[in-house]
Nanobody, 127 residues
Framework: QVQLVESGGGAVQAGGSLRLSCAGS????????MGWFRQAPGKEREGVAV???????VYADSVKGRFTISQDSAQYTVYLHMNNLKPDDTAIYYC?????????????????????WGQGTQVTVSS
């Protein structure tokens, strides 16, 4: 029932910016925990940023100061605003949500904790 749909990916030059969107539907929990993950060619999927329903955010060290995760006022759309993009940011970016919305920060980078996933959107950063 829960569906997540990413959009906003594309190709940019290093130093450029993109904003990814994750439109959610069918999520009925009063609290939630959602994150952005990415998977680069030849690498495992890794966490990028997480936000809970209180607006608390956590970022991977590799994107701190460059990426911002946020949500709209309806709290059904989550964004990842990416600035100063680097070639190493090239990956498929996935929006994900934990099933219960509780204990958001326990094992927050563990992909197994996220039960709902979008289809992914490609981000390509050229030098």
């Amino acid at each position: 029932q829960v569906q997540l749909v990413e959009s906003g990916g594309g190709a940019v030059q290093a130093g450029g910016s993109l904003r990814l969107s994750c439109a959610g539907s069918g999520y009925t929990y009063s609290s939630y925990c959602m994150g952005w993950f990415r998977q680069a060619p030849g690498k495992e999927r890794e966490g990028v940023a997480v936000i809970d329903s209180d607006g608390t955010t956590v970022y991977a060290d590799s994107v701190k100061g460059r990426f911002t995760i946020s949500q709209d006022s309806a709290q059904y759309t989550v964004y990842l605003h990416m600035n100063n993009l680097k070639p190493d940011d090239t990956a498929i970016y996935y929006c994900a949500a934990q099933g219960s919305g509780r204990d958001c920060w326990m094992r927050l980078w563990d992909t197994a904790k996220y039960t709902y996933w979008g289809q992914g959107t490609q981000v390509t950063v050229s030098s």
